[in-house]
């Protein structure tokens, strides 16, 4: 295991550029979402320590072959699964959820680490097995296991949103590959017919949530004000926004979670549609940048790790965008690299390392 200095010769400048412009732009509307709370600039500073760590952890991502990480993936993956086991049984409680561990005055949230520990574990499974193409119902068996158990675990803390991410992940890989469509055919059947029972899994407020998606005037101050409020916000920010610090639904406080779920809406209040289609762009820009970096990969581990790291932003963005429009059911998936959380930014800096690590590398014939 060495750093390479040929590497610095094909460092990915555009990659970076794209990330540091969002990243600005998540701290300028949390400074914004924090100041409507607390008067001072605490939020802000505290999401700046949790990047400042991303980042020196995102260094460390892209300066280490990513081959030599992928061979500890199947210990990323079981620590991991270890530490969801102790979330549920010792993990701290707060809004009825049992997320976090507490150690130090630090908290974490594991779960986090799972959206990416699944993908290199399965990049490596699919990778050593030379599974290339129209994988069978046998193919599917160990790493549909590999993702049940996290998916059930998160599922239990209760955190719908980021089990569907894990699923999400999973589905996104096994298509990208190829499914036989005899084997597809079945899977879809077989989907459609636990959908039912899936149904009764959900808790009574995760029912909830995905009624009051049709018809959230019904309970404009219960189930529906989420909604309500965050499409107000959106809405009245029209074509240019209110102005930094003068969205009114954000600072007079009727728009909830503003600086974790619904970030995008005090956004949208404050710079209006054209800061928004620039925000997308930016998003656009990212996730089109990591298919090519999966496209033009010098092997197949590389294409896969890459292809699973852009899934995870394209989706979480798509859901918590259509959520906070009101298009999606509350779940509770942050928007990626503006959602206040130190879990969060830390696991996608790490990830966005590995994208640098996988684009380096692919010029360099031998590494």
Known sequence: MRFD???????????LLILLLILTAGLVNLY???????????????????????LV???????????YIIRHA??????????????????????????WILFMGFSFQPSELMKLAIILVLAKYFDENKLQRSLLLKDLVFPAVLMIVPFFLILQQPDLGTALVVFIIFVSMVLFIGVNWKALGVVCVTGMALLPMAWFLLRDYQKERILTLFAPEKDPLGAGYHIIQSMIAIGSGGWWGKGFLQGTQTHLRFLPEQQTDFVFSVFAEEWGFI???????????????????SLYSKDYLGTLIAFGITMLIAWSVFINVGMVLGLLPVVGIPLPFMSYGGSSIVVLLIAMGLLMNISMRRFLLHS
């Open 74 to 99: 199947y210990f990323i993956y079981g620590i991991t699964v270890v530490l969801l086991l102790i979330v549920l049984f010792y993990g701290y409680m707060t809004h009825g959820s049992r997320r």
């Open 32 to 54: 914004s979402a924090g100041f409507a709370f607390s008067q001072d600039t605490s939020l802000c500073l505290k999401q700046i320590r949790w990047i400042v760590l991303g």
């Open 57 to 67: 952890c995102m260094v460390l991502a892209f300066s280490v072959d990513y081959r």
């Open 5 to 15: 200095r040929r590497l610095f010769t094909h460092f990915d400048w555009t990659l």
């Open 275 to 293: 800061g928004v289609a620039i925000l997308m762009i930016l998003f656009l820009s990212l996730i089109v940048w990591g298919l090519k970096i």
